[in-house]
């Protein structure tokens, strides 16, 4: 075998390829709580099969749904792999997404099972919803609830044998974002993911795979659809070491101990990681690779971590998404971030198409006829790794669907170098310019900003919101960083905690109007979110 094949026997075959490679967490996994920080890959194995014998145990069947709501850890990917193992669909659902939300996508699934906490329970109890009444089943991972399965009955089952199924039915269930409302429940298959995705990253490639002698630290969302190719891709590879960080918090002492030579966070992460590299002996000056991906990143945090590191390092900026998996790549090094672009900052340039396997063309979002190379519009998508449907919602998926082209709900422009430049989601678009890039400039001028959001609004100037390090605004600073920028409102300086996020660290603009008080109206019809 050349490349993972099987979700449910993957670290089994991990065992069987002799790889060596030892997972470090930054704290212990919540289906282990005692089990500590470290585990080989027999270790693992035995984990995920363990797991699979409580899922049994709990008469989870082949094709039943097995929801998993819990706090950001690796064993949502291990949960999902026992889950695969025993023939169920795992549904991977954030406990970031609000009460209601998770009422919604559970009422979706109708699962037989849902893995979940007691604080997820309560949080949701005092909404005045029952999760628990959405689920066949309910099993709580740190003790007892009423109504619900006691863990330790399930402790020690043996599992069945291994499950099998065609490479084009359902395999994992994660959901979007959910930046502009309640997340979508993306399916995808073996096909598009194991044999997609991680096959793909499973290639060992100069420069941007893992080598053998690698520290490979991820510090993401664990129950988005990154993580469960990212791990059997980067596992496949075998590198000497692999570090799981949970939290963007208290990361610190683990990466002090295993100083990365790769490292793949979320870009809320890495914002919030800057003022570690102020100190002389962070932890972070020897890693060769950045990798980031789910969302923007800010020109001054990218060089910010180039410029920190001993080495030459390479950041590989990734676009895709949940449905798609990635489609287009770019390469920043230090010296192509020297120039400081004020006009177009260069993280806008997402680069160019994977090639060989994505296409990518803009069109007349009225009409869907290609506009040429400079002129915006919105951005299709044609990838073997496509998603296979929304669960509870195939009308929405069809609508997004042209054949084998899939609709982006990006805006974004070809340029006459054939890299592809994103503008803005088309539900936040501010017609004639771009939120983001204005979010760039202004984050590249004002020099305490650690986060700037622009909404635009129809009848108003565009918003602003500013989160800086120290709580204070310079007006001075801020009046010149806007010498020929588009007239904008006057700031809202909020904190970070202030902002309303995803699981992933995304911005909920929606929310963060009503927060604002800034109505639900925008430029963009939403069609496409």
Not at 250 to 267: D, G, I, M, Q
Request: proline fraction near 9%; hydrophobic fraction near 40%; glycine fraction near 6%.
């Amino acid at each position: 075998m050349s490349k993972p094949h099987d979700l449910g026997t993957l670290f089994d075959d991990l065992v069987a390829r002799r790889v060596g490679t030892r997972v470090v967490l930054s704290r212990p996994l919540d289906i282990a709580p005692d089990f500590g920080t470290s585990y080989d890959m027999p270790a693992v194995a035995a984990l995920v099969r363990n797991v699979a014998g409580w899922l049994h145990a709990a008469g989870v069947k082949p094709g039943d749904r097995v929801a998993v709501v819990k706090p950001n850890h690796w064993d949502y990917v291990l949960i999902a792999c026992a889950a695969v193992r025993v023939g169920a669909v795992p549904a991977l659902l954030s406990d970031q997404l609000a009460p209601h939300a998770l009422e919604v996508l559970l009422e979706r699934l109708e699962p037989a099972l849902l893995i979940t906490t007691r604080t997820v329970l309560d949080t949701a109890r005092a909404h005045g919803i029952t999760l628990i009444a959405r689920a066949g089943a309910t099993v709580t991972l740190e003790g007892r609830y009423p109504d619900t399965i006691n863990l330790e009955r399930l402790w020690g089952h043996e599992p069945p044998p291994p499950s099998t199924r065609d490479d084009d039915d359902p395999l994992l269930v994660v959901h979007t974002s959910g930046t502009t409302g309640v997340p979508k429940l993306v399916v995808h298959t073996n096909r598009t993911l194991v044999l997609g995705l991680a096959g793909a990253e499973s290639t060992r490639l100069p420069i941007v795979s893992s080598r053998r002698r690698d520290t490979v630290c991820s510090a993401i969302s664990y129950s988005h659809g990154r993580a469960v190719p990212w791990t059997a891709s980067v596992l496949w590879l075998a590198p000497r070491e692999v570090v799981i960080i949970d939290s963007a918090d208290a990361a610190e002492t683990v990466l002090r101990e295993h100083p990365p030579t790769t490292l793949e966070a979320l870009p809320s992460t890495f914002v919030r990681w800057r003022p570690m590299l102020e100190k002389p002996d962070h932890p972070l000056r020897g890693v060769r690779l950045f990798i980031s991906t789910f969302d923007a990143v800010h020109p001054p945090t990218v060089r910010a971590f180039l410029a920190a590191t001993r080495r030459r390092p390479l950041w590989v900026q990734v676009w895709g998404q949940t449905e798609t998996g990635p489609l287009t790549f770019r390469f920043l090094t230090r010296r192509s971030l020297a120039a400081r672009d004020a006009r177009h900052p260069t993280t806008r340039n997402l680069g160019r198409p994977a090639p060989g396997r994505t296409r990518l063309r803009v069109v007349d979002p009225r009409t869907f006829e290609p506009v040429p190379r400079g002129i915006p519009g919105l951005v299709l998508a044609k990838t073997p790794t496509r998603c296979v449907d929304y669960v509870g919602e195939h009308d929405r998926w069809l609508a997004k669907t042209d054949g084998e082209w899939w609709n982006t709900g990006d805006m974004g422009l070809r340029t006459r170098w054939g890299s592809y430049l994103m503008l803005d989601r088309e539900v936040d678009v501010l017609p004639g310019q771009s939120c983001v890039e204005l979010e760039d400039v202004l984050e590249e001028r004002v020099t305490n900003v650690v986060e700037c959001v622009v909404l635009a609004t129809p009848g108003r100037l565009p918003q602003p919101v500013v989160v800086t390090r120290d709580g204070h605004l310079d007006p001075a600073q801020w009046r010149h960083a806007l010498r020929d920028l588009p007239a904008l409102a006057d700031p809202v300086l909020l904190t970070w905690e202030q902002i309303p996020r995803t699981g992933t660290g995304k911005v909920r603009r929606m929310e963060l109007r009503a927060v604002l008080r800034a109505g639900q109206d925008t430029f963009g019809t939403g069609r496409w979110t």
